[in-house]
T-cell receptor, first 114, second 115 residues
Framework: AQTVTQSQPEMSVQEAETVTLSCTYD???????LFWYKQPPSRQMILVIR??????QNATENRFSVNFQKAAKSFSLKISDSQLGDAAMYFC???????????FGKGTKLTVNP | GAGVSQSPSNKVTEKGKDVELRCDPI?????LYWYRQSLGQGLEFLIY????????KSGLPSDRFSAERTGGSVSTLTIQRTQQEDSAVYLC?????????????FGAGTRLSVL
């Protein structure tokens, strides 16, 4: 079964600085999708960014970008110019192309210090 | 609606009672998913629907859990004879379709507390 590991239970960053959240996954599949979700205290999971495994180019969404290393099975999230509103739990998730369900990591709690 | 809507937001029940949790997906989304978020287990998949049918129920933890979807829209997750280990946040998500178009958008969840 596929597994997703987030090795950093907590991270902190100063406002306006850059932070990188780590994620590794284990799969024998070659075609899959990877996601980062943000969960603020409101509980609603918000999609931050997604990456298709067949695309070599790293996905970016404004201040959010990923470093996708397929061979290493690594999918880290970089947040640039951190803002107070970025404080939340961040979950890395995996879905292989033959399945509809997401497999989540345990999450990283991000604190942004003013 | 504008987003995935779940009700109630919070539910407190006594051990042994039945509960129903409701999910109203984004209008036009044909696929619907239920997940459970608990302190010990993180986020776990429970079940998903394509239209009104459920091709994958593999995550339902026991036969006390069931779900249905009617009219290709609203879904209800029912837990019978609740136990304390059922306490968790139950999250619903919907997507426009499945396969390559499966991008899941989540509601704010129902926090279930079993006393």
């Amino acid at each position: 079964a596929q597994t997703v590991t987030q090795s950093q239970p907590e991270m902190s960053v100063q406002e306006a600085e850059t932070v990188t959240l780590s994620c590794t996954y284990d799969t024998s599949e070659s075609d899959y999708y990877l996601f980062w979700y943000k969960q603020p205290p409101s509980r609603q999971m918000i999609l931050v960014i997604r990456q298709e495994a067949y695309k070599q180019q790293n996905a970016t969404e404004n201040r959010f970008s990923v470093n996708f290393q397929k061979a290493a099975k690594s999918f880290s999230l970089k947040i640039s110019d951190s803002q107070l509103g970025d404080a939340a739990m961040y979950f890395c998730a995996y879905r292989d192309s033959g399945s509809e369900k997401l497999v989540f990591g345990k999450g990283t709690k991000l604190t942004v210090n003013p | 609606g504008a987003g995935v809507s779940q009700s109630p937001s919070n539910k407190v029940t006594e051990k042994g009672k039945d509960v129903e949790l409701r999910c109203d997906p984004i209008s036009g989304h044909t696929a619907l998913y239920w997940y459970r978020q608990s302190l010990g287990q993180g986020l776990e998949f429970l079940i998903y629907f394509q239209g009104n049918s459920a091709p994958d129920k593999s995550g339902l933890p026991s036969d006390r859990f069931s779900a249905e979807r009617t009219g290709g829209s609203v879904s209800t997750l029912t837990i019978q004879r609740t136990q304390q280990e059922d306490s968790a946040v139950y999250l619903c998500a919907s997507s426009l379709a499945w396969g390559a178009k499966n991008i899941q958008y989540f509601g704010a969840g129902t926090r279930l507390s079993v006393l």
